[in-house]
Structures are given as C-alpha cells and as structure tokens.
C-alpha cells in the first residue's frame, strides 16, 4: 500500500478561482472566524465565572463551544493560508488529520446537540426530578460519551481510507478534504468504504436527529399545555434557538452526506459546505448569547466586575 502511494499532497481549488472575489472571501471568512472564536470563547468564559450559569444546559453548551471552535478551526485557517498565498495544496498527512477532525468533531458535536434536548425535555417535561436526574456525575458522562462516540464513529471509516493507495489524479474540487472528493481519488474499489461512510452518517446523524425530534415534540406538547401565555412564551424562546442551530447543521450535513450521489454533487454543495462550516458555528454564539436573557445579564455583570477591577488600579 505504501509503495503505491505516489501522491505526496493534494490540492484545493477553493470555492473561487475569480482572484477579485477571492480578496472579498478573505475578508469575509476572517471576519466571521474572528468572531466565532471570540463569541464561543465569551461562551466558555461566562458559563465558568458566573455561578448562577453552572447548570446542565450551560455545561453542554460550553462543551459546544469547545467543539465550534475546534471544528471551524480545522478547516478555515487553511483556507485563508490558501487563499492569501495563493497556494492551494495540502499535503497528504495534513489532508487526512483535516478530514479526521472534521468528522470526529462534527459527529461530536451532533451528540451533544441531542444531549441538550434530552436535558431540556427533562428540565420543561420533569422539572420536579430534573435536579436528581441531571446531576454532575450524569452530566459528565453524558459529555464524555458524547466525545468517545464521535471518536468511535468516525474511527473505522477513517482507518479504511488512510490504508487506501492514492496514486492518479491529486485535485480535489473542494475547500477542504470532504470525504467524497477524497474517497474518489482512491486507486482502488472505494464501495466499501462509502457503504461505511453512509452507515456512520446514517447513524450519526438520523439517530441524534430522531432524539432531538422526540425530545422537542414532548416539550411543544408540555408548552402547549402551559396555562400562562407568559409562561409558554419564556418556555419556547427558551428552545427556539436550540432548534434554529439543530436545523441548520441537520439540513446541509444530511443533503451532503446521506442524499443520493446524483443530488448531494450538485454544484452548490460547496455552499452546504459552506453553510455548515462557517455559518452554523457563526450563529451558535450569537443565538446563545443575544437570545438569551440568563447570558445577556451574565454577560453585563461580568462587564460590570471588569470596569470596577480596572478602576481599582487607575
């Protein structure tokens, strides 16, 4: 296998080859980076400082960060290497680290998703027993499994296509190494490993999918029954964000990777791509923090600690 290996790298050709367009991408795609870091390091900042945030729901959530960061990071700093020097190659090696952490952080990232709907159907359905049944402990292991299980998932399909030789064409038309770009320069019978990759996808993202449309079903249910029309106003605004998240990562990842071949090659799917990688991240912080009242006056008092702090040593 190693000595049929002749590519050595492999190269992008990027969303664009108008060099124009490309300096306003740049521009563009660093702005939003920029601030999905800041905005999903505030996340993790906040929720650990403020005690009144040291709740399940917030302890997922900076796990999410934690994720959003990793997973917008594997793939937008080389894109932005790329474009700015005009080189579009990516070695081998750095091609499969690219496409592993891709995968095993995205798939990661679902299972939380579905773990933050288990908690807000137990804390809106069962708020008597919520306390008993989320505690610490099960927190932690509920995020730990979440971390082995993207791991696990994403392991065999990536261990299969790392022994694969590649050894004929090395462009991939992409802005980074998708699996079915890269599955497609193998140099040899590929059927197995997309049989694998569409059993990973199918379960990764159908069963957390299932879990999140059961959870929100039950607590529309038990919102509805709310006899307070304010009550059921905080109650829902409360979810709507999760599920504005969970709809976009859902849509775009589910037309990519479990669609048909002939619907998910269409040539917007670099825009899918595009809206699950840097859209999606984009937005977590922005519907986490600006539509969220516990975050916003959290957000204010550290504001307000930090003034006072500086004005101490003026």
Same mark, same amino acid.
Not at 9 to 25: A, K, P, S, Y
Not at 120 to 127: E, H, L, V
Not at 258 to 266: A, D, H, Q
């Given at each position: ?5 002749? %590519? ?13 367009? =490309? ?44 994720? =959003?960061?990793? $997973?917008?990071?594997?793939?937008? !700093? ?31 990232? &679902?299972?939380?998703?579905?773990? @933050? ?15 008993? %049944? @989320?505690?610490?402990? %099960? ?25 694969? !030789? ?24 590929? +059927?197995?490993? =997309? /049989? ?8 990764? /993202? ?9 959870? $929100? ?5 038990? %919102? ?25 990562? $859902? ?14 090659? /269409? ?18 912080? &922005? ?16 504001? +307000? ?10």
């Amino acid at each position: 296998m190693a000595n049929r290996t002749i %590519i050595r790298e492999f190269i992008l050709l990027g969303l664009t080859d108008n060099n124009q367009f =490309e300096v306003g991408l740049f521009l563009l795609l660093s702005g939003i980076y920029l601030l999905t870091l800041i905005g999903n390091m505030l996340i993790i900042i906040i929720t650990l400082l403020n005690a009144q945030l040291h709740s399940p729901m917030y302890f997922f959530l900076r796990h999410v960060a934690w994720v =959003e960061i990793g $997973y917008m990071s594997t793939i937008i !700093p080389k894109a932005l290497a790329n474009i700015a020097t005009g080189s579009k190659s990516i070695s081998l090696v750095g091609c499969f680290i690219q496409f592993f952490l891709y995968f095993v952080l995205g798939t990661t990232e &679902f299972l939380l998703v579905a773990a @933050m709907s288990v908690d807000r159907y137990i804390a809106i359905c069962n708020p008597l027993h919520y306390s008993t %049944i @989320m505690n610490g402990q %099960i927190c932690s292991l509920l995020v730990l499994s979440c971390w082995a299980g993207g791991l696990s998932l994403i392991l065999v399909p990536s261990t299969v296509l790392f022994q694969m !030789p590649f050894c004929g064409p090395n462009i991939i038309n992409h802005f980074f190494c998708d699996s079915g770009p890269l599955i497609k320069l193998a140099c040899v019978d590929t +059927r197995l490993l =997309e /049989l694998i990759c569409f059993v990973t996808a199918t379960l990764s /993202l159908l069963g957390t999918l299932s879990v999140n449309i059961v959870s $929100y079903v039950k607590i529309i249910c038990t %919102i509805l029954h709310i006899p307070s029309a304010t009550g059921r106003k905080k109650t829902f605004s409360t979810c709507a964000s999760h599920i504005t998240v969970v709809s976009i990562g $859902y849509s775009s990842c589910i037309f990519m990777y479990i669609m048909p071949k002939g619907t998910s090659e /269409l040539d917007f799917g670099k825009i899918l791509a595009l809206l699950n990688t840097v859209v999606a991240p984009f937005l977590v912080p &922005f519907i986490y923090c600006l539509r969220n009242r516990e975050m916003q006056g959290a957000l204010r008092a550290e504001l +307000r600690q930090w003034i006072g702090f500086c004005k101490k040593f003026r």
